[in-house]
């Protein structure tokens, strides 16, 4: 007999009510409303910082990062300063899926970032973002990939152009592919329901994530970079992102018996971007703790490399073919490996004076790195030091005030045992930066030693901007509409966290929740009656692994990764 899906999840990522909520009620996005109405809904708080990665790995092992070991889309190599891109090989604690799996429950999850290379699941695995390219074997079982292309078509996985959209044509362009691959996953998630339903089914969108942070700007009149010209034809190319997947939803839903558990979730929410910039690494240059070698040095770059890196890659998005593109990045991995991957390591740090630095290559999530002897090759603060340097150094950056209202831009710095708890905890940064409450909005730009005399924070032109930029960027709380037999029905439930999905779903299905898992079920959510007859059951660890790191991605994957993140904005 065919199999009837017991819960099916749909993960929209970045979703996020402040703009939902006001559309909702003109009547748009019934189908995620009439779920509302027959289940509970809140909002869903992220992980510290609120980015894909760590999010939706914290999703799928109720865990917080210092315990599955994915806290960026980057990790710091073991013993040096370089930075590698992760992927799901550096996960090291099992997913829910894997307990669904020994628990006799059948899985198939579709498109969620961080599951490449995909896991042998009883059931299957599509991976998600951290795919390399069309070509790598991101589909588990592989004779499904087959089958799926024979009906489907061949598998698109990225966007071209998002990193070009400076003109109509080019906007309008984008908006259409994100369209394409939202039905391309939409048929997909269709046909896997009828022709490989398992009992435990996730499908993830990925598009509003994108809209968000390349067209927030357009519906926002109060942006920055607003440009009143464009809202006519790009105002609502954010609306239209979130009425396709809420359709997309209810078909996927139409298609369930009403026993089965709907869950909606986000892995964070968004919001704008905000007209305040600073220059980490020029800062702490500026305070004496980071110093440039006496020549700094691009050497071993050929003349096009120093050019792209000089220009922010924005030549690269702008000016040059795919072709070109996809050899300049295959360049990148060697460049990256000599060079530590950050515009300040490619301008030559001088590791043996300097402190304290952070990564500046990725666009949104500032976090400093502190050089400790012991643990960075060349570290040079004694681990006595270093409560003070790192008190220093907040109370440094707390300095840095808004001059239009004095006040500080950061609002908080969070300590990395703050945040991270686990066995590898130690691999993240160790402070990070709030960005993303609206009391300590900012970005950050890569620092160059020739600019270290200019001003570390700068409050930009509010006018439309010239070049494909992010007017939006994540907020800490994303969404959660969840029905099921078990559920209270329109019910408003509050301090959800995305780590307490996995818990959920275990104990709605009758599993016993792993002791070490941080998340847990959402009690509040159920009825009472089901609370009574079922109550949580405390299972054995799930534990963590001590997985090869470093066997991730060979090169040329690494480069496709690279392509992709740069096309989808995520580095600068
Ligand atoms: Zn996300």
């Known amino acids: 007999m065919k199999k009837v899906p017991k819960v099916v999840i749909i993960g929209l990522d970045s979703a996020t009510w402040t703009v939902i909520r006001p559309w909702m009620a003109e009547g ?15 909002g869903l708080e992220s992980v510290l910082p609120p980015i894909t990665p760590p999010a939706w790995t914290s999703f799928m ?9 994915i806290f960026h889309f980057v990790e710091t190599e073991h013993g040096g300063y370089a930075m590698n891109y992760a992927n799901a090989t550096s ?23 961080f599951t490449y290379p995909p896991e042998p699941l009883d059931g299957f695995q599509i991976s998600g973002m951290d795919t390399p390219s069309e070509s790598s074997p991101f589909i588990h079982p592989p004779e499904l990939r087959n089958e799926l292309v024979r009906h489907l078509g061949e598998i698109q996985l990225d966007l071209r152009f998002l990193g070009a959209m400076s003109t109509d044509e080019r906007r309008d362009q984008v908006l259409a592919e994100m369209e394409q691959m ?36 357009h519906m926002d009149k109060d942006h920055f970079i607003h440009d009143p010209k464009l809202v006519p034809k790009f105002g609502d190319a954010i609306r239209k992102v979130y009425e396709r997947l809420d359709a997309a939803a209810g078909q996927i839903i139409d298609r369930l018996p009403s026993d089965t558990a709907v869950f909606v979730v986000s892995d964070h929410g968004g919001g704008p971007v905000v007209d305040r910039t600073i220059y980490l690494n020029r800062y702490l240059a500026q305070l004496g703790l980071l110093h440039y070698k006496e020549k700094a040095t691009t050497s071993g770059l050929s003349t096009l490399g120093k050019k792209v890196l000089r220009g922010g890659y924005s030549l690269l998005r702008s000016t040059l073919t795919s072709r070109q593109k996809s050899r300049l ?7 990256v490996q000599k060079t530590e991957m950050a515009y300040s390591a490619f301008t030559s740090i001088d590791w043996s004076r300097t402190k304290a630095y952070c990564s500046e290559v990725l666009a949104s999530p500032p976090s400093i790195w502190i050089n400790l002897k012991g643990v960075k090759p060349q570290g040079i603060v004694d681990p006595a030091d270093y409560e003070a340097l790192v008190n220093h150094i907040i109370a440094k950056l707390a300095e840095l005030k808004d ?21 590898f905890a130690k691999e993240g940064a160790d402070l990070v930066l709030d960005w993303w409450s609206e009391n300590s909005l900012f970005s950050t730009q890569p620092s160059f030693p020739e600019d270290t005399d200019k001003p570390a924070l700068i409050i930009r032109e509010h006018k439309p901007s010239e070049t494909s930029e992010w007017g939006g960027t994540h907020r800490l709380h994303g969404i959660l509409v969840a029905r099921a037999p078990a559920l209270r029905t329109g019910a408003e439930i509050e301090n959800s966290h995305l780590i307490d999905i996995a818990p959920t779903v ?56 690279e392509e992709r993140l740069q096309a989808l904005g995520y580095l600068e």
Not at 91 to 113: D, E
Not at 330 to 335: A, G, Q, S, T, V
Request: aromatic fraction near 8%.
């Open 182 to 217: 939202d039905q391309q996953w939409t048929k997909a998630a269709l046909y896997l329901l009828e022709n490989h339903p398992q009992d435990v089914m996730m499908f993830v969108f990925m598009s509003i994530d994108t809209v968000q942070h390349y067209f927030w700007q």
């Open 28 to 42: 748009s996005m019934p189908n995620l409303a009439r779920l509302m109405k027959s289940g509970v809904s809140g």
């Open 329 to 335: 990045a295959l360049l990148f991995p060697k460049i």
């Open 403 to 423: 001059p239009r209202n004095g006040k500080p831009v950061i609002n908080r710095v969070y300590r990395r045992d703050e945040i991270f708890h686990g066995p």
């Open 61 to 69: 092992t109720g865990k917080n990062p210092g315990k599955h070991g």
């Open 91 to 113: 996960r090291r604690s099992p997913t829910v899926w894997k307990l669904l799996n020994q628990a006799g429950y059948s899985v198939g999850t579709m498109n969620i970032p």
């Open 506 to 561: 275990l104990h709605l299905l009758g599993v016993s929740v792993p002791q070490d898992m941080d998340g847990s079920v959402l009690t509040s959510a159920f009825r009472p009656e089901f609370l009574a007859e079922n109550s949580v059951k405390s299972g054995a660890a799930s534990g963590t692994s001590e997985g090869d790191r470093s066997s991730g991605y060979t090169d040329e994957e690494s480069a496709k990764v």
